[in-house]
């Protein structure tokens, strides 16, 4: 029996949501829902948008995973984090707070580009004070909605006068370790992020995640947030969450 790709997401929606939630992941994927109801449209073949060249804010996360070999367990990370992005400069930072399984961690994550496709991603662990790195070896990704990406439509958040004007995109991508589902939310006016939600399975683990953004400026208050300690260990340990789908995220720092 053929499996097709929308019955894996299919199953993994359904196993991923087992997990009895909070009031926070309830909040979280509610406001992945709310994305997902532009999905709904008809999609239409659109150019995409980039966000501003500088802006700074807040990212907040719920990803649901299912790690294991011999007995697979659904697990839940959220994420608040501030984040700064640079495309002028080619560098973003961000102070993140995650809470899972593993228990609360605090970081300050920094990735600088020196050349198109050289840079270095830095880890603080602000708890402990070290600082890990490691060499990057991809282009630094824009923060942008792909022109691949189909639209979904128009729509709009709030009530009467108070609205936000927001556009939608869909994208699916199949490669080799990656099969995921992104839906895309951005303003009308001037492309600032709003959402950004996922699903399916990356590097083998199943998951479910949801991006939102709020308290966005444009520009960088204080340029010292890209700073980092002089002295870093070469190896960056272990792998962190967000960097299972980091490289399929298209509006999310982390």
């Known amino acids: 029996e053929t499996t097709t790709f929308t019955d894996e997401l299919t199953a993994i929606k359904c196993y991923i949501v087992s997990y009895r939630p909070t009031q926070t992941s309830t909040m979280s994927l509610y406001h992945a829902l709310v ?42 990370e959220r994420g ?15 102070y993140a707070n995650y809470t899972g399984s593993g228990g609360d961690r605090s970081y300050k994550i920094v990735r600088r580009y020196e050349s198109e496709k050289a840079g270095t991603l830095y880890v603080v662990d602000r708890e402990s004070g070290k600082c890990y790195k490691k060499e990057l070896t991809t282009a630094f990704r824009p923060a942008c909605v792909p022109d691949e990406a189909k639209e979904v439509g128009n729509f709009y958040y709030g009530a009467g006068d108070a609205t936000l004007n927001a ?11 990656y099969r995921l589902e992104t839906t895309i939310a951005v303003t009308q006016a001037g ?23 709020v308290n966005i400026k444009p520009g960088i208050s204080d340029p010292a947030i890209f700073d980092v300690p002089k002295e870093c260990d070469s190896v960056v340990p272990g792998l962190l969450l967000a960097e299972l789908t980091s490289e399929h995220k298209h509006l999310a720092i982390l």
């Open 35 to 76: 994305l997902m109801v532009a999905v709904a449209a008809a999609a239409v073949e659109a150019k995409g948008c980039c966000t501003p060249d500088q802006w700074e804010g807040v990212q907040a996360s719920v990803a649901g995973y299912v790690k294991g070999f011999l007995r697979r367990r659904p697990g839940v």
């Open 80 to 94: 608040f984090v501030y984040v700064a992005y640079d495309f002028t400069n080619q560098r973003t930072a961000a």
């Open 191 to 213: 492309c600032v992020p709003i959402g950004e939600s996922l699903i399916g399975v990356a590097r083998g683990i199943p998951v479910m995640e949801n991006v939102g953004f």
């Open 167 to 177: 556009k939608g995109y869909n994208l699916r991508v199949k490669s080799k370790k």
